[in-house]
Each structure stands twice: as structure tokens, then as C-alpha cells.
């Protein structure tokens, strides 16, 4: 890109999602190019004339640059001849913004050009190499260049010890060639527990802990290092916070793939196996490794669990979560912080989220889903008496067991009643108008969300069109939800009048509180839940009671059956008798 007046007259594209460039300086004014001088940016917007980048160094004005540019759609290099136009610091620090003049190639073959191009072939080779390596799986591309600019590569001879027991871990390694063996000193004894080879990472609970090594790793033959050292990305990841995503991915694989039980234990909980991921967290079965009880063990991901600010106000929600005791919420029995971010340990539940049954079944009838409603109000008055609003009420937080009981799961973004000037959190097809305005926050949030939920219960589907967040979040705050009873016409007119005292825009125009909610909601429940419920008691339980007696006793047994008949009929159990003769 071409800084200045009429310089915007070619054709450009812009990149909301950054490419990748690799800029060689091939000859600055005295002197040649060399290696240590190469550096990545990311490439925001590029015209026919030159392109504009993000660089972690401010280079000269007029610099010639040997320049490659990588296209991930049509995933290939493209080579330029360039020079530096302008350079100014952006807001981040350490970042430069530099426009990017294209030149004609010159066919001049100076050596420092030649040298600068095979730097450049061979720094290419290594980004394929590591853009596809497990470290790159989280880490979006406006992070990546910088993190690529951290890695320091590294050759060392075979019988080279790199990482030694005891030392205070302050690296991580990629292994791109050769092969490299773990030793492990107990006792005065050395022995070989693992061998780690080319593409994979070792050291890497460095990045995570800063603890004491906890074995020694030697390179097996001549290798290709490189490494990533913990002050450099913990700075970065300060920065780019949706670089901590890398975090999550080690602590994830450590649980997943360690070969020794101690790795996969986090306090008294053994790890066994993943159940689920989701926006904010991952889900693993675990087991206390004393009392055998199976538990379910939620890690955040470090996105959330690192930003000072959420991390504060999570860990004095937390000890206030922990004591929540109730049937319809899903009991928490430890909260562990390890790794860098936050382990929640509550009961294992079986069934499905009420989500997977809609998506199974479409849409629930008026007395299953008044039977749901029921219990999640209870469970919400419940914490809202606690002070505790969950702030993300919807399908996929509601847990339904084999036998029907609701639990409300997942108190994660919960927040004291009263709270306000909150950054938005939840989910925002469900979120209430006062939520999306940062407004004040208390019980009558949820249940906003909670009639949002119940609208999808009954219908099939959420109230307001959804492919345009922006217009959605809008529909929230200036809109009245629609009646389920637009959609499904037969549905009970009290069970329609209640959706829609739970989504009125207006926090003044719902109910109180839960409690007033329960008792609005409970003559529906009496009239279409207990008499149903009672029918099926009726046709599950039965007793059976064989009398044998001989042909001189038959009257005074039939006067006894009659008496139990009767007495029976008062207490509402219903007598079947059958007679068999000669048995």
C-alpha cells in the first residue's frame, strides 16, 4: 500500500482475518542480509501497488525487502521484490503498522538478494512445518505471526541434554527433526520412561506452570529445535488473549494422552475420559480416586480463566456456587486451580440436556414441558435467594436424568443480584434486553432467558430470526416476544400468559421473583402433571396377594375380600380379584 494522495486508486483486498508475509531485508545500506533479520507480519489488506502490515519491528523507510506472501485459500506463496513506504506505531505496543511498496523485479542477481531469497525458501519450509503443528490448533492467525516471531530455532548434536531434572522450567520445545529421549533420576538410578519424536512437544508444562522439571530430556540423534520461551508468550498472551487458547489445547492433550496416571490427576480427581466441549469450557468423566464416586470435572479454558477480571470475580462466585444444595442444581463439590486456569468438580449426570431432546423431538408437549418449568423455577429461586443469577439459561443448561429430574448445570458466568455495567456474557439468543445493555442484573434476567427457553420447549424454535446477530441483539431490546400461542394454536391460554409475562422487555412487567412465578405456574402444573402422574402410578404398581382355601371356607373368605375392598376403595386403591378352582 502506497502512503500518500492518489495512491488508493488500485484494486485492494482487504482481510478481516490477517495473511501471513515473511520479510526479508535484502540489502540495507553497508550490508547484507542475514538470517536473524528475517521476521513475519500479518497482512491486513493488499492493492495491485504494495499491501499494509502488522510488524513487531519498525524497519527503515526505504528498505528493499525480499517479501513472500502466503494466500490460505489457495494455500501458496507468492514472492515480491518490496520497500518499506511508512512506518507508525499502532496502538498495541511493540506493533508497527508499515505500508508495503511492490517493486519490479530487477534481474540485477546482487549476492545479498540471491541469500536473502534462500533464507526466505527455508523460513517457508519451517512455517509449513509449524503452522501445522498441535502448538497452531488453537491459536487464531492475528496472534500467530507474533508467536512465530518468538520461536527460537535450534540445532544441537545427538547426546545433547536440553531440559534437565530439577531446573525451573522456562521453555517448551518442538521437536522438527530427530528424535529426542525422556530420563527420569529416582534414587540415584536414571531410566528412559519416553522417547519424543519429530512434530511433537516437550517441556511444555513450563508454559503452564513455571515448576521445577520433573525429568530430563537428551536429544537421541542430531535434532531441530524450537523454542518457546515462557516469558516471551506469557508476555504475547497478555496481548493476544485468544492466544491462551494454546494453553487450553496442552492441558487438554495432558489429560487426554498421558501415559502415567499422576498427569492425568487433577487434586483427588482422576480424569478418564472427555464428555463435552463448549464456548467456555471443557467436560471430563473423572473419579475420586479415595471414595470412587464418578464426577464430572469442567476446565475453563484460558481465554477466560487468565483475564484477571473474570478470574476474581469467578473465584468469589464460586465458594458461594460451592455451597448451593438443591435437587434441581447440579450439586459442586470442589473448585481446583491448576495449570493456569480453573477445574469446577460437581456430581456426574446421566440423560441428556434438554437441548439434545428438542433436537430429537422437535417440540415438547404443554405437560412435559410445564413439568420442566417447574423444577428449573424452583432450582432458580433457590440461587436467586442465594443472591446467585446464573446468566445463562437455555436448553443446552438444563439437564433432564433417566428418571426425569431436572438439574440447572453450568453457574459459570453466575453473578451476584444487583450486579451491573457487566460485560454482556451469555448467550445471546437468550439474553435479556437489560443484559445486552450492560444494565442492572437480578432475578428477573433469567427469566427472560427461562422464557425464552420454555417459548422453544413449546414451539421448536426461539422467537425472533437469527441470522443477523446484530439486528437480533436489537429484537431483544425493542421488541416484544412474539406468543407461542402464534405458532401452536392449541396450546393452554394460562401456559401462553405465562411465556409472556417471563419475556417482557420491560424487567417491571415480569414477575417479582421466582416464588410469584412458581405460584402463577402451579394450578397449571396440578391440572396438567398430577392427575397424569397419578394415572401412571396407578398402571406401574401393583401387589399380588394368593388366598388358598378349601370349598368350607369360600363364604368367610369372600366376606374378607369385601371387607378389604371396601377398606381399600377409601384409600384409593383399586382391587382386581380372579377365583381359581382346583388349584
Not at 546482487?110 to 509449513?128: V, Y
Not at 536429544?219 to 516471551?232: F, G, H, I, N, Y
Not at 473423572?286 to 480463566?305: C, D, E, N, R
Amino acid at each position: 500500500m502506497i502512503h500518500g494522495a492518489n495512491k488508493r486508486g488500485g484494486e485492494r483486498t482487504v482481510n478481516h482475518e490477517p495473511e501471513f508475509g515473511l520479510l526479508v531485508p535484502s540489502a540495507r545500506p553497508g550490508r547484507a542480509a542475514v538470517e536473524d533479520d528475517s521476521l513475519w507480519g500479518a497482512v491486513y489488506n493488499v492493492s495491485r501497488g504494495g499491501m499494509m502490515a502488522e510488524l513487531n519491528q519498525a524497519l527503515a523507510a526505504d528498505t528493499l525487502l525480499n517479501l513472500s506472501l502466503y494466500d490460505f485459500t489457495g494455500r501458496r506463496w507468492t514472492p515480491h521484490l518490496a520497500r518499506v513506504a511508512w512506518v507508525k506505531p499502532a496502538n498495541e505496543r511493540d506493533v508497527f503498522f508499515t505500508g508495503v511498496q511492490f517493486l519490479p523485479a530487477t534481474g540485477t542477481g546482487a549476492p545479498e538478494d540471491d541469500f536473502a531469497s534462500i533464507i526466505s525458501g527455508s523460513r517457508l519450509k519451517d512455517f509449513e512445518f509449524l503452522v501445522h503443528t498441535r502448538l497452531f490448533h488453537q491459536i487464531p492467525r492475528k496472534a500467530a505471526w507474533s508467536l512465530l516471531n518468538c520461536l527460537e530455532r535450534i540445532q544441537l548434536p545427538g547426546g545433547t541434554c536440553f531440559i534437565r531434572q530439577g531446573d525451573i522450567g522456562d521453555a517448551l520445545y518442538i521437536v522438527q527433526h530427530g528424535t529426542c529421549v525422556v530420563r527420569v533420576e529416582k534414587d540415584g538410578v536414571t531410566r528412559p520412561v519416553d522417547r519424543v519424536n519429530a512434530g511433537e512437544i516437550v517441556g511444555e508444562m513450563a508454559l503452564l506452570t513455571g515448576e521445577l522439571r520433573v525429568a530430563s530430556v537428551e536429544a537421541e540423534s542430531d535434532v531441530v529445535l524450537w523454542r518457546l520461551d515462557k516469558a516471551r508468550f506469557d508476555a504475547l498472551g497478555a496481548k493476544y488473549p485468544d492466544l491462551r487458547g494454546m494453553l487450553t489445547e496442552l492441558v487438554t492433550s495432558r489429560l487426554e494422552s498421558a501415559r502415567f496416571t499422576a498427569d492425568r490427576c487433577i487434586g483427588r480427581y482422576l480424569i478418564r475420559a472427555r464428555l463435552g466441549k463448549g464456548a467456555f469450557s471443557i467436560v471430563y468423566e473423572g473419579i475420586h480416586q479415595t471414595l470412587k464416586m464418578p464426577v464430572a470435572v469442567k476446565m475453563l479454558k484460558h481465554q477466560l480463566a487468565m483475564d484477571p477480571d473474570f478470574h476474581q470475580q469467578f473465584m468469589g462466585e464460586a465458594k458461594i456456587i460451592a455451597l448451593l444444595s438443591h435437587p434441581n442444581i447440579v450439586q459442586v463439590y470442589d473448585i481446583e486451580e491448576r495449570f493456569q486456569t480453573i477445574f469446577i468438580v460437581m456430581d456426574f449426570l446421566e440423560g441428556e440436556s434438554l437441548e439434545g431432546i428438542l433436537k430429537r423431538s422437535g417440540r415438547l408437549f404443554p405437560a412435559q414441558a410445564v413439568g420442566y418449568l417447574m423444577q428449573i423455577c424452583a432450582g432458580l429461586s433457590y440461587a436467586h435467594k442465594k443472591g446467585i443469577i446464573h446468566q445463562d439459561i437455555k436448553p443446552d443448561n438444563i439437564h433432564i436424568d433417566l428418571d426425569g429430574r431436572v438439574r440447572i448445570v453450568d453457574f459459570g458466568l453466575a453473578c451476584h443480584s444487583g450486579s451491573k455495567g457487566l460485560i454482556p456474557e451469555g448467550t445471546l439468543f437468550y439474553m435479556a434486553p437489560e443484559q445486552i445493555e450492560s444494565a442492572s442484573i437480578d432475578s428477573r434476567t433469567d427469566m427472560y432467558a427461562l422464557g425464552i427457553t420454555a417459548f422453544e420447549m413449546l414451539t421448536g424454535s426461539r422467537p425472533f430470526p437469527e441470522d443477523d446477530l446484530v439486528a437480533l441483539e436489537d429484537m431483544h431490546v425493542e421488541q416484544e416476544v412474539p406468543s407461542p400461542g402464534g405458532l401452536v394454536p392449541d396450546l393452554p391460554g394460562p401456559l401462553v400468559d405465562f411465556v409472556q409475562k417471563l419475556c417482557r422487555r420491560n424487567p417491571e412487567e415480569r414477575f417479582r421473583d421466582m416464588t410469584e412465578a412458581l405460584a402463577e405456574l402451579e394450578p397449571l402444573y396440578n391440572r396438567l402433571c398430577r392427575s397424569e402422574s397419578e394415572a401412571k402410578a396407578e398402571e406401574r404398581s401393583m401387589t399380588t396377594l394368593f388366598c388358598f382355601f378349601n370349598d368350607e371356607q369360600r363364604g368367610e373368605m369372600h366376606r374378607l375380600l369385601d371387607e378389604f375392598s371396601v377398606r381399600a376403595k377409601d384409600v384409593g386403591i383399586s382391587l382386581k380379584i380372579a377365583e381359581f378352582d382346583q388349584v
